[in-house]
């Protein structure tokens, strides 16, 4: 006899659970807990009906629905689980669980209320006012079931009226001359549709440009655009004016005076130039500082106002940027005061600079976990002076260690790691001595760093690595920093080895010398452009460019000046020391598109290229690219991705392949980003990419690049993720899948993809945890 369950839904818990989802949802609307005489608030809608097609329809409806107030609740699959939440905890009697339920996670009912209707349709009309459309109409219509109210808004809308002529200001004085010249690079041009925003834009663009011609006092709104439409043809022309009633100051040009600087601001300076701590320099600035805690040198260079020249507002961000950037101040603080002198204005500066404690000591215990499965305790210690030398120069000597093990896997393993790093880092440029910079760049930094760090792994190798490096870094605006190090020096020297790891060592075209045991010699150069550092639109550009190069000059004297001998593994050396002889670059280039309120589409285009030559036959191990991860392509683990169509065999057993390593890279990804709440954020995404050899292995085959081939074994991976953005951190977690793996033997570009088989979620579903975003 059969034994049938009685109830076999309980058998099979994921059928089970999906059959309660509806029901879930349905008790989460929130609508039966609603007063009797009160509709919950939905949403609006704009519906837009045009006499003629124009090219501007979904900006329009965008600026509509942007104004229309309030918001509706946030709702899930027609569910309101953050209201229905809010509704459930009730009345909080304290700080518990009901109180974090209605006021960090529930959601108070919006309800409909016909004030809301006549406040929008004012919204509309003014909004509709301010892009052109001046003699819209604008309807609405509610739409009302099941305790719920919707609005739907009907706008009729006739061609937008147009810009005309601009006329400048019919004066002749030094300020509406200033005023006619900063006309000739307007924004506004004839044909383009009436814009009240693209006005202010005009307004403020002009204030910039007289605070550059030292009107300090000026301000945007001493600037009126008179509108005319008498012309007919739906067209506006525009007529410059200066209000009459501005103040007397607005209209003068003013010239930077006496420059007070108080580098002890709130730590017992003192405001009059004439007390006996008081000294002036050469530029004719008055300096003090009671404690004596600062060169004054090193101060006025950071300062960009001259005395007797015009104000300008880029000197004065300048020297904002260049004081904060000596890293010894907490506050940096510029005020001025007029003063009239035989007919001539002048503006006094003061510069209030409160210094931060000279020495500070700090300790950070942190918990790794790696890609590879080795996770422990680690701690960072460092030591910092920030005025070293009374000249801001920053000493930081810090110590770090780590103790890990692997977990998860059926072999044991350890790790230790020790590292001693010291950094001096200069707020000028330190040259030779008949060296000079012909130009007053920003933030200029030189430093000089050392350090020397040891790892040994108990499955791997002891690895002893030394590094110096002396450079130069300065920015050539607000977005753009440039990097210059003309000394690099790196040194990797291998010690024990484990017995399975040494045959991979010494076997194939992988030698210890190409992979650890080098000198790196050479300099790195790169360029960041950043337009998110400076104000403006929305959508923003990230730009990192590096270019490294090794070994030119130590080859160039060893072969023909030196006359030295090859090693007897071949190549040049230093001390008995094989040095890499190489040219890597590589490029970072972002764009953040601000798609809506909330929505921002984000895109990434990676590439990577190294060759090496000369006293080399492979790039060092540290300057081959990997590819995967978190920050990369998150549908595979780090280091388990190509090269090329190369397979890790199944029995390597580690963390990692030695072997998944290329000499090119090329990376894209895109990503969308929405608002979920205040706190989290969700994105999908796609990455694809890959890594190559530029030369054949016998290692690793199928990892040659090929440019007939290479778009074929291009992997691809989707995936989802949450984030909880705290403002001054960000937990990031992704789930992705690869839809195109190149070491598979599938002769479709597409792998099949069985998102409801275990097995197959277990092998290729792929979890990141992160901090920060990716990119």
Request: overall charge neutral; aromatic content about 12%.
């Amino acid at each position: 006899m059969t034994h049938h369950p009685a109830y076999p839904l309980l058998q099979r818990p994921a059928v089970f659970l999906l059959g309660m989802l509806p029901l879930f949802f349905a008790a989460c609307t929130g609508l039966r807990t609603l007063p009797e005489d009160q509709y919950l608030y939905v949403g609006s809608r704009i519906h837009l009906e045009k006499e003629e097609e124009f090219r501007d329809e979904r900006k329009v409806e965008a600026e509509l629905q942007g104004v229309l107030r309030p918001a509706p609740n946030t709702t899930l699959l027609m569910a309101r689980p953050r209201m229905w939440m809010y509704q459930v905890a009730g009345e909080p009697t304290g700080r518990g669980l009901r109180h974090w339920m209605t006021n960090r996670i529930g959601e108070e009912p919006v309800l409909f209320d016909h004030q809301y209707v006549e406040r929008n349709l004012r919204l509309v009309n003014n909004r509709l006012y301010n892009m052109g459309y001046f003699d819209a109409v604008a309807m609405h219509v509610t739409d009302s079931a099941r305790r719920t109210v919707a609005v739907d808004y009907h706008v009729h809308l006739r061609p937008p009226y147009r810009f005309g002529d601009l006329n400048p200001v019919a004066d002749e004085t030094p300020l509406a001359s200033a005023i006619n010249a900063a006309l000739e690079n307007s924004l506004i041009s004839p044909g383009e549709p009436y814009s009240l925003q693209l006005l202010r834009e005009e307004r403020r663009r002009i204030d910039r440009a007289l605070k550059k011609q030292g009107y300090f006092y000026f301000h945007p709104d001493h600037i009126l655009f008179r509108a005319d439409s008498a012309a007919g043809n739906r067209q506006v022309d525009l007529y410059t004016v200066i209000k009459y009633d501005m103040p007397a100051a607005a209209t003068r040009k003013y010239r930077i005076g006496n420059i007070y600087v108080h580098a002890d601001y709130l730590t017992g300076g003192l405001d009059d130039p004439s007390q006996t701590d008081t000294i002036m320099t050469e530029d004719g600035m008055y300096f003090t500082d009671a404690l004596r805690q600062f060169d004054p040198e090193t101060i006025m260079r950071a300062i960009f106002f001259r005395k007797d020249s015009i104000y300008d507002a880029r000197d004065h961000d300048r020297t904002l940027n260049h004081l904060m950037s000596l890293g010894t101040f907490q506050f940096v603080n510029l005020r001025f005061s007029r003063r009239e002198q035989q007919g001539d204005h002048f503006l006094d500066v003061r510069v209030y600079l409160t210094p931060i404690e000279r020495r500070s000591i700090s300790a950070e215990l942190r918990g790794i976990t790696r890609s590879n499965h080795f996770s422990g305790p680690g701690i960072n210690t460092a030591f910092t002076n920030h005025n070293l030398f009374n000249g801001a120069e920053t000493l930081q000597l810090s110590l770090n260690g780590a103790y890990e093990w692997l977990i998860g896997r059926q072999r044991s393993a350890s790790s230790r790691e020790f590292g001693l790093d010291a950094s001096l880092s200069f707020p000028r440029f330190v040259l030779p001595a008949r060296w000079k910079t012909s130009l007053r760049v920003l933030a200029p930094r030189t430093t000089v760093s050392l350090g020397v760090n040891f790892l040994s792994r108990t499955d791997a190798f002891d690895l002893t690595t030394m590094h110096a490096q002396y450079g130069y870094t300065w920015n050539r605006d607000m977005a753009t920093q440039l990097r210059i190090s003309p000394m690099v020096i790196n040194l990797f020297v291998l010690g024990d080895v484990d017995e399975d790891m040494e045959g991979i060592l010494v076997g194939g075209t992988l030698l210890r010398k190409g992979l650890f045991e080098q000198f790196i010699i050479g300099g790195q150069y790169t360029y960041i452009y950043n337009s998110r550092l400076r104000p403006g639109p929305d959508n923003d550009w990230f730009v990192k460019a590096n270019l490294d190069l090794s070994g030119n000059l130590a080859y160039l004297l060893m072969n023909n000046v030196l006359n030295g001998s090859p090693l007897d593994d071949g190549g040049y050396g230093l001390f008995g020391q094989g040095f890499a002889q190489y040219a890597r670059t590589d490029v970072d280039l972002r764009y953040y598109h601000q798609v809506a309120t909330g929505q921002r589409l984000v895109t990434r285009l990676f590439l990577g290229a190294g060759v090496p030559y000369g006293n080399s036959d492979i790039l060092p191990y540290v300057k081959q690219y990997v590819i995967g991860g978190s920050s990369s392509i998150r549908a595979f683990h780090p280091r388990t991705l190509g090269p090329g169509t190369y397979a890790s065999p199944d029995d390597t057993g580690r963390g990692y392949n030695i072997h998944q390593t290329g000499d090119l890279k090329l990376e894209a990804n895109i990503e969308v980003r929405f608002d979920i709440t205040n706190l989290f954020k969700g994105a999908l995404f796609a990455d694809a990419g890959n890594i190559w050899r530029l030369y054949d292995d016998e290692e690793v085959p199928g990892g040659t690049f090929s440019a007939g081939r290479f778009y074929r074994e291009i992997a691809l991976g989707v995936g989802t993720g949450l984030r909880i953005d705290a403002g001054f951190f960000i937990l990031r977690f992704d789930f992705a899948i690869p839809l195109a793996d190149p070491a598979t033997t599938n002769d479709r570009f597409f792998d099949p993809v069985r998102l409801f088989d275990r097995e197959w979620r277990r092998d290729h579903l792929v979890f990141n945890l992160g901090i920060g975003y990716p990119f």
